[in-house]
């Protein structure tokens, strides 16, 4: 069974600043899905970034930038210019390309975002 | 463009009731999943569901029923509340044609006290 892991629980950042978050998975299998999701007080469900295990080039959306590992099984989430509105729950989230009891999103357990002024 | 909608935002149950968490979605997902969220543990996965008719365990079923007689909705059952099922309740309807994508409920926040 797949896994995903956030060792990271809280983390910090200054406004402005650029901030990394970690993210670990196991699986044995070769093409997956990776996705980070931002979840603020309001507890919204909102997709950051997504990568395709199949692609080499990593995923960028504005601020938001993935360093995808394969081999490694890592899948950071890198947020330059860190603004107050980045302040959330972070969660790194798994999918498997099969179907059936395989679709589903595995979770890992979250980084809580704090961002200073 | 309603998405996914979930009813209720809040509830407060006694422990022993039943109540049903409503989820419906209008994009035509095959797939649709129930997790929930506590501190430190993220959202794990209670049951899901591939189709109409079709549903399936997830990592944490004990004490939630669900049932899927049609594509948009996929209701949840608490059938004897605990206070160990005090959390966050998301549905989420996945797409798997294209690029896939999952799409969440506001979430349920549920106390049973």
């Known amino acids: 069974a797949q896994t995903v892991t956030q060792s990271q629980p809280e983390m910090s950042v200054q406004e402005a600043e650029t901030v990394t978050l970690s993210c670990t998975y196991d699986?044995?299998?070769?093409?997956?899905?990776l996705f980070w999701y931002k979840q603020p007080p309001s507890r919204q469900m909102i997709l950051v970034i997504r990568?395709?295990?199949?692609?080499?080039q990593n995923a960028t959306e504005n601020r938001f930038s993935v360093n995808f590992q394969k081999a490694a099984k890592s899948f950071s989430l890198k947020i330059s210019d860190s603004q107050l509105g980045d302040a959330a729950m972070y969660f790194c989230?798994?999918?498997?390309?099969?179907?059936?009891?395989?679709?589903?999103?595995?979770f890992g357990k979250g980084t809580k975002l704090s961002v200073k002024p | 463009n309603a998405g996914v909608t979930q009813t209720p935002k809040f509830q407060v149950l006694k422990t022993g009731q039943s109540m049903t968490l409503q989820c419906a979605q209008d994009?035509?997902?095959?797939?649709m999943s129930w997790y929930r969220q506590d501190p430190g543990m993220g959202l794990r996965l209670i049951h899901y569901?591939?189709?109409?008719?079709?549903?399936d365990q997830g990592e944490v079923p004990n004490g939630y029923n669900v049932s899927r007689s049609t594509t948009e909705d996929f209701p949840l059952r608490l059938l004897s509340a605990a206070p160990s099922q005090t959390s966050v309740y998301f549905c989420?309807?996945?797409?798997?044609?294209?690029?896939?994508?999952?799409?969440f409920g506001q979430g349920t926040r549920l106390t049973v006290v």
């Open positions: 569901s591939v189709g109409a008719g079709i549903t």
């Open positions: 989230a798994y999918r498997s390309v099969n179907g059936g009891s395989q679709g589903n999103l595995i």
């Open positions: 699986t044995s299998e070769s093409d997956y899905y």
């Open positions: 994009m035509n997902h095959e797939y």
């Open positions: 989420a309807s996945l797409r798997t044609a294209g690029y896939p994508e999952a799409f």
């Open positions: 990568q395709e295990a199949y692609k080499q």
